[in-house]
């Protein structure tokens, strides 16, 4: 469910993001438009892209799903905490308060469901 929901939402908001900006300019000239409420670049388009089209690839394997689930949800709770700290990742990402609980959302959502054991469904 994770890999489906996420990784259409991740998509859309990479797909959309790189069409409103497209500037992958990086350091003390980062830019940073603004998409709803978010601030993108070219950089989180692609990390939105790039992490939502895993997620839908790997919902066709159930144990796969939940690696990757897993994966996609640490990736965010380290973005999510590195967000505290600085106001752009790497130089790259811009983060505002709204992205920072989004990154937050993701990653304990990721988190959690690949840690519930799996249900048993008769048949």
């Given at each position: ?46 990390l ?57 959302a ?18």
């Amino acid at each position: 469910m994770f890999g489906v929901v996420v990784g259409v939402l991740l998509s859309l908001l990479g797909i959309v993001s790189l069409i409103v900006n497209a500037d992958f300019s990086t350091g003390e000239s980062i830019s940073a438009e603004r998409l709803l409420y978010f601030d993108v670049n070219g950089w989180s388009g692609v990390l939105y892209l790039l992490t939502g089209l895993v997620a839908l690839f790997a919902t066709a394997d159930k144990a796969r799903a939940r690696t990757v689930a897993m994966a996609v949800g640490g990736l965010y709770l380290i973005l999510t905490v590195w967000s505290l700290f600085d106001a752009s990742i790497l130089g790259l990402l811009p983060v505002n308060d709204l992205t920072a609980i989004t990154y937050a959302a993701i990653g304990v959502i990721g988190v959690a469901g690949a840690m519930q054991p799996e249900s048993e469904h008769s048949v």
